[in-house]
């Protein structure tokens, strides 16, 4: 059974709208992240929270808000969608962030086009 | 900005080979280097990692680090057809938080 479930696994949306991709880990993770995958482009790192407390933000534009109802649920928002947004999107989680030793565990990805 | 490369863009090795995939990263100051498996419309999934200078194995898979020369390289002993994915070469940075930087990966394909 996936220990990290990212629904929905497809998702396209009109240019201006707005999504919210959903993120649950089982692992009982203290740490989760969003990381964004385009096409010929390396795994790019977008956010990382730890006990529902923003620790970093690599991401320029305020069109993308996180959102931690619960420890183990980190939603990713997204407004004003551009076709350049369009990438799999992938939720991931490790046990802390302190750690050089931390292994970070992905979900499946939800891959998003933006018409 | 951290750069990761990786080497060769793809590779194809028969059944039974050693399969060598190379990454180079741009700063010495790396906490540790992380490899990750990822096969299509998957997540990545770690596979070893790497915090010393030196080597380190697990089961098929080895691992060489030189810090001085900036590369890591991993080696898969005795390459299997479900050895065939997206390789991905991860360094780590900084005291706090779990950033990777990763590079844009090696196609492995293990032709039976």
């Known amino acids: 059974d996936p220990k990290i479930i990212q629904k929905p696994k497809y998702l396209v949306a009109v240019t201006g709208s707005e999504k919210i991709l959903i993120c649950e880990q089982y692992l009982g993770h203290n740490a989760m992240y969003w990381y964004r995958q385009s096409a010929k482009k390396p795994l790019e790192f977008m956010f990382s929270?730890?006990?529902?407390?923003?620790?970093d933000n690599q991401t320029a534009s305020s069109r993308f808000q996180p959102q931690s109802s619960k420890k183990n649920h980190l939603d990713l928002q997204i407004t004003a969608l551009k076709p350049d947004d369009s990438a799999t999107y992938f939720c991931?989680?490790?046990?802390?962030?302190?750690?050089?030793?931390?292994?970070?565990?992905f979900g499946s990805g939800t891959r998003l086009t933006v018409l | 900005q951290e750069k990761v490369q990786q080497s060769p863009e793809s590779l194809i090795v028969p059944e039974g080979a050693m399969s060598s995939l190379n990454c180079t990263f741009s700063n010495s100051a790396s906490q540790s280097i992380w490899w990750y498996q990822q096969h299509p419309g998957k997540g990545p999934e770690a596979l070893i990692?790497?915090?010393?200078?030196g080597n380190k194995k697990e089961g098929r898979l080895t691992v060489y680090l030189n810090r001085a020369s900036l590369h890591v390289s991993l080696h898969i002993r005795d390459s299997q057809p479900s050895d065939s994915a997206v390789y991905l070469c991860?360094?780590?940075?900084?005291?706090?938080?779990?950033?990777?930087?990763f590079g844009i990966g090696t196609l492995l394909s293990v032709k039976p």
């Open positions: 991860a360094v780590r940075y900084g005291s706090s938080g779990n950033k990777l930087i």
């Open positions: 929270y730890s006990y529902q407390k923003l620790m």
């Open positions: 990692s790497i915090f010393s200078n």
């Open positions: 991931a989680s490790s046990q802390g962030t302190g750690a050089s030793a931390e292994t970070l565990y």
